[in-house]
């Protein structure tokens, strides 16, 4: 089994519940999220000021379809890897691949804040926490789902543009290979994102006023 | 490792330690005697508090209170007095397990370091930062005295005036009102700066303000969002909106915006702005020339279809209509022709739309579409606005008798907001009515005699109303200013006295939305912190200081329990129509009310008992009797300036706290990139935006989101940033508000500004 998070853009408004949702239940502190709602075409990737080191891919290329600005997004959290880099450097364990449902988790009673996984992550998806010395990052809810409830940022989604799905079961096997049309997210990274996409068009009618 | 509850709970276990401190203190009790810097701990310390089983907290039925369709039922999850996070209730269908990113940041607001934690006074004067924490005591004798003194000097107390809007929609929060009642007759800022032209114009048509349950919208066969982005401002519209849309529904926005709602739809029309109305009264004209219309319905159940339609066939021509609307005729044909065909169809209008100096007119045109298509009394069909049906509480709160030999004022009987405030019909008196939309004017003008108190609740004045250099000297006028909020916000700022009041978490409410159709219990979930008190108990209080000092002098009950006085807002009615017997069956979750169809008997509570294409009252008080076209505001400046609302904030609420700044940090002004070369701006510089009234100084986004000649900012209170979108906006007058809500609404959209490069 490999848990993955399936993100529709086509369906999704952009409204940040899902990151706040995520804030909601665990109290990231100011300046940290571990949901981020990123929007297509923007280039923010860099500015993540946790990630120090150069980024092995961006999520975000200007996508080959023209969008206009802050009306089409992706919710990015951890993409929990089928080789996460964070569970490959961490030195003391903190970072385990649960072996059932394939969730990249991190315990922060273990992690001694030595900020490999901040570094390793081509994603950007563990934060590193100054007033805590230690790393954070999303576990993808476990707790909540080993309680028979779905993760924070699903549950709260208003449209359901968030879902958990089994990579590896043959009814998600459309999306098991497939890179997303027009955006850069790289699939064929070494440490296989699990993560994927649907991708969000225009409205098959656009009119706007004439210049002038 | 396995996800057995054993494992869940060794995570518990070792989670403890780093939660230890806080749960100490809250065990202690010491929690809500703490000021603020503690609770900043509080942040630091409770990163990753991890999730520790349903059966580990206690829960409590919340809901949020904002002025917001979407009013959303909330469960609260509190652990040793600590609340540790919500989540939207289940049982509601509409919120559905969710809330929206404001109500995700209600942990952080409720434990904010930047929350108002004791009552505290400005002994420099206003507006000079000096400030000093006073005792409850002391800060409602200040206050208590100050009203004796003038209703000795002046006879009456309409010298205290009261401005109180949608900051808190519980019912329980017309306590404020009540307060005021109970001391006399007084001043009250009325009207609303929302929704009034909208209000008026669906009451001159049907004879009240009524739409279909959003629910309904899936099944929807056409869908027109009119100048409304639920993608923003109703996120739990939206699942409707797209079921109806997967079912082969064609969903259309109209807007000047290209708006997130417009993004997600099937087809976006750019209009210009103030020019809807017109494109409504084309769209009539057509499906009536194809014979589209629903003459069976329109002969049962409307008055004025032939003067309407004489009104059409000779003022309305379509060329003109293409070209002052900027739509092409052939689009125009086309989207009316095949909203006429789909069975059922639906027009949802924003309240945007009516904040013209023609806004009511443009409400009144749409209706008429929707009626004449024969879409008006139809499952997933209507004209769509809003409603207060589910609203019919008793008021116990508001309901205050005055006190025996209270004189008020005596000139025509005023106004009473959207809803209706406590009257007393065998009084000679009234409480004398200004508009809300002209505060600072209508401040400065009051005589005989003029406003020397002014009492601020659920409201920031300082960011929500127009004129900002009058308000100050308006604010400067006053003897003592009494602001109760939850934040220092710059209303504060201009305050004497300021008063930290509960949020939801912390009193008992009940609430309703002006949307859906869902009732839900608002319970007190933990103590309050610091020295917060809930509005009705802040009444109280003063009650018992003025009759110490006087006796007789108010008749606000002098202690109060909010639970008690929830209670008393229910009646049978509210009983029947959510089919409950008791309010203690809402501990179980939130209700619905028994659905009916707006309108389907065809009852209208119009004077002629029809839809009203031609409406007496409308000529009485408007000049016009049928839905005329009536021309927008000429510009006054070089670009026009729209102000949406922002999916951040809830007006001047949330986008001031801490986490609210991780997601959304500075405004923008977003230029469209013709305008923006004209004046040499690039992405990101920083522009100063300016008219007559005043100037803004923030960075430039480029988009054609916005059409050219149009500038737009939302409108947002920031906790660490001077901007405020309203210092722009003068307060010109919508055309209708009057004959409902006692004043006119405001032209917001109607503000003309210009902008360079600095």
């Known amino acids: ?212 | 490792m396995s996800y057995s509850k054993e494992n869940v709970e060794s995570i518990v276990n070792n989670g403890i330690s780093r939660r230890s401190f806080l749960k100490g203190l809250a065990a202690s009790g010491v929690l809500s005697s703490f000021p603020g810097g503690i609770l900043q701990a509080n942040e630091d310390l409770n990163t990753k508090i991890p999730y520790l089983g349903e059966k580990s907290y206690q829960t409590f039925r919340n809901a949020c209170p904002r002025n917001c369709y979407d009013t959303c039922s909330i469960k609260t999850y509190v652990k040793d007095g600590v609340m540790q996070f919500i989540e939207g209730a289940q049982e509601s269908t509409y919120t559905r397990g969710g809330c929206c990113v404001k109500g995700n940041s209600y942990v952080k607001r409720v434990y904010s370091a930047r929350r108002l934690k004791y009552p505290m006074m400005q002994v420099g004067g206003k507006g000079s930062g000096n400030w000093k924490r006073i005792s409850w005591d002391n800060a409602i004798d200040i206050i208590a005295k100050k009203l004796l003194e003038m209703k000795k000097e002046d006879g009456t107390l309409l010298g205290a005036a009261l401005t109180k809007y949608s900051g808190n929609f519980g019912i329980t929060h017309y306590g404020i009102e009540g307060m005021f009642n109970s001391i006399g007759y007084t001043t009250r800022l009325a009207g609303t700066p929302c929704w009034p032209a909208g209000i008026d114009a669906q009451n001159l048509d049907m004879g009240d303000m009524w739409c279909n349950d959003p629910e309904e919208m899936k099944d929807s066969k056409f869908i027109i969002l009119w100048g409304v982005n639920p993608a923003a401002n109703s996120i739990h519209s939206m699942k409707y909106i797209y079921e109806a849309k997967k079912k082969g529904a064609k969903v259309v926005v109209i807007d000047p915006v290209f708006t997130e709602a417009a993004s997600k739809a099937s087809q976006y029309i750019q209009i210009k702005a103030g020019t809807d109305g017109l494109l409504a009264l084309g769209m009539a004209k057509i499906i009536i020339e194809a014979g589209l219309h629903d003459q069976k319905w329109l002969d049962a159940n409307s008055k004025g279809y032939k003067e309407y339609k004489a009104y059409l066939d000779k003022e309305i021509k379509l060329e003109n209509v293409s070209k002052i609307t900027g739509i092409p005729l052939a689009m125009i044909k086309e989207l009316a022709l095949s909203f006429a065909k789909a069975k059922p169809a639906t027009i949802w209008m924003g309240y945007g739309m009516q904040r013209h100096t023609n806004g009511g007119s443009m409400i009144r045109a749409i209706d008429a579409f929707v009626a004449v298509s024969g879409n008006i009394g139809k499952y997933a069909g209507g004209a769509r606005y809003g409603h207060l049906s589910t609203w019919g509480f008793n008021y116990a709160a508001l309901s205050m008798p005055k006190p025996e030999g209270s004189v008020g004022y005596t000139g025509p009987e005023g106004a009473k907001g959207d809803v209706a405030q406590g009257k007393d019909a065998k009084s000679n008196y009234t409480d004398r009515f200004l508009n809300i939309n002209k505060t600072a004017r209508e401040l400065l003008n009051a005589k005989e005699p003029k406003v020397r108190l002014l009492w601020v609740a659920c409201k920031n004045v300082f960011a929500q109303d127009f004129d900002r250099n009058q308000l100050i000297r308006a604010f400067q006028q006053l003897d003592l200013v009494v602001v109760a909020d939850q934040f220092f916000n710059e209303t504060a700022k201009w305050a004497d006295i300021v008063l930290p009041v509960a949020t939801q978490f912390e009193e008992y409410d009940v609430n309703v939305s002006y949307w859906h159709y869902w009732l839900t219990l608002n319970e007190q979930a933990i103590k309050p912190l610091f020295e917060v008190k809930s509005d009705l108990e802040i009444a109280a209080m003063l009650s018992k200081r003025m009759n110490q000092l006087q006796s007789g002098s108010c008749t606000f009950p002098q202690s109060v329990d909010t639970k008690a006085m929830m209670a008393k807002e229910f009646n049978p009615g509210i009983y029947e129509q959510f089919g409950i017997k008791s309010w203690e069956e809402l501990k179980n979750g939130p209700v619905k009310a028994k659905a009916v169809i707006p309108y389907a008997d065809g009852k209208f509570k119009t004077p002629s008992g029809k839809f009203e294409f031609y409406s007496d009252k409308a000529l009485e008080l408007f000049g016009s009797a049928l839905p005329a076209y009536l021309e927008v505001r000429k510009p006054y400046d070089k670009f026009r300036m729209t102000s949406p609302h922002s999916r951040w904030s809830l007006h001047s609420q949330f986008q001031n706290l801490e986490w609210m700044e991780d997601v959304h940090p500075e405004p923008y002004v977003y230029i469209n990139p013709d305008d923006a070369e004209a004046k040499m701006v690039k992405e990101g510089d920083t522009v100063a935006v300016f008219n007559k009234q005043g100037l803004l100084r923030l960075k430039a986004k480029l988009t054609d989101n916005v059409q050219a000649g149009t500038l737009l900012m939302y409108e947002q209170w920031y906790n660490n940033n001077i901007y405020n979108v309203n210092e722009l906006v003068d307060d010109t007058s919508s055309d209708m508000g009057a004959f409902k809500t006692g004043a006119p609404g405001v032209a917001l959209h109607d503000t003309f500004v210009n902008f360079r490069k600095l």
């Open chain 1, 1 to 212: 089994m490999q848990k993955a998070f399936l993100v529709d853009g086509s369906l999704c408004l952009g409204c940040n519940t899902c990151a706040m949702a995520c804030k909601n239940q665990y109290h990231q502190d100011k300046g940290i999220l571990w949901r981020k709602v990123r929007e297509i075409g923007a280039e923010e990737y860099h500015n993540d000021n946790n990630n120090i080191l150069p980024t092995l891919v961006s999520y975000q290329k200007a996508p080959k379809a023209q969008m206009p600005m802050e009306r089409f997004y992706f919710s990015l959290a951890c993409n929990h890897c089928e080789n996460p880099a964070c569970v490959a450097v961490c030195p003391v364990g903190a970072h385990t691949k649960d072996p059932e449902t394939g969730i990249c988790k991190h315990d922060q009673t273990i992690c001694i804040g030595c900020g490999g996984c901040v570094k390793a992550c081509p994603f950007g998806a563990s934060k590193f926490n100054e007033k805590m010395n230690q790393a954070e990052k999303c576990s993808m809810c476990w707790e909540r789902q080993a309680d028979g409830k779905t993760t924070a940022c699903v549950q709260s989604c208003p449209v359901g543009a968030i879902a958990i799905i089994d990579l590896h079961d043959p009814k998600y096997k459309e999306y098991a290979n497939a890179a997303p049309i027009g955006i850069d997210y790289a699939i064929n990274a070494e440490t296989k994102p699990s993560t994927r996409f649907i991708h969000p068009t225009m409205p098959k009618e656009v009119y706007r006023l004439p210049k002038g």
